[in-house]
């Protein structure tokens, strides 16, 4: 049985705006990072690598090829404040 031609104007609506959809996420994650690819299974390493980048360059993704870092790096701390217990 043909389909008809009615159900091909909506499918295709349909399809495209899952299109424009995937695409559009896919070039916002491009442009987030960097313009590098997305990073998949990360492990805890890699997760701790990328904070100590960002401490240093401020991007998550950039990297520094210098021995000595700057001077902002010694006072960002990776430790974040906690309260106070009372006891």
Known sequence: MPVPFESLL??????????????????TRYYSNDKKPTRHGLDTWEKQMME???RLTGSLR??????????????????????QRNH
């Open 62 to 83: 950039g990297q520094s090829d210098s021995p000595i870092a700057s001077a902002a790096f010694a006072t960002n701390s990776i430790w974040y404040l906690e309260k």
């Open 10 to 27: 909506p499918f295709a609506i349909i399809a495209g705006m899952y299109v424009v959809t995937a695409t559009g996420l896919s070039v």
């Open 52 to 54: 100590r980048d960002r």
